[in-house]
């Protein structure tokens, strides 16, 4: 797989648990689901800048989006 496609998984995933892991915050509730979707994100997040050349930085992030949707959907 693409390196980009890591990253706008790995950001999708996050964007996903996090609330969710607030929500069962909230209700008294343990996060177990939330927890491994945030490592899983995580993990994808960071294997992703260790293989992108130069680093991930936080202005590229748009362009990783593009490039990576572009590429699949060609």
Do not use: W
Not at 31 to 47: K, Q
Not at 56 to 61: D, E, K, V, Y
Not at 66 to 74: E, T
């Amino acid at each position: 797989m693409d390196i980009d496609l890591y990253y706008i998984i790995g950001v999708t995933l996050l964007a996903f648990a996090i609330p969710s892991a607030i929500s069962a915050i909230i209700d008294k509730q343990a996060p177990r689901l939330s927890a491994i979707l945030i490592v899983i994100a995580g993990a994808m997040i960071i294997y992703a800048a260790r293989e992108t050349p130069g680093g991930l930085q936080l202005h590229t992030i748009p362009d990783a989006f593009i490039n990576a949707v572009g590429k699949y959907l060609r």
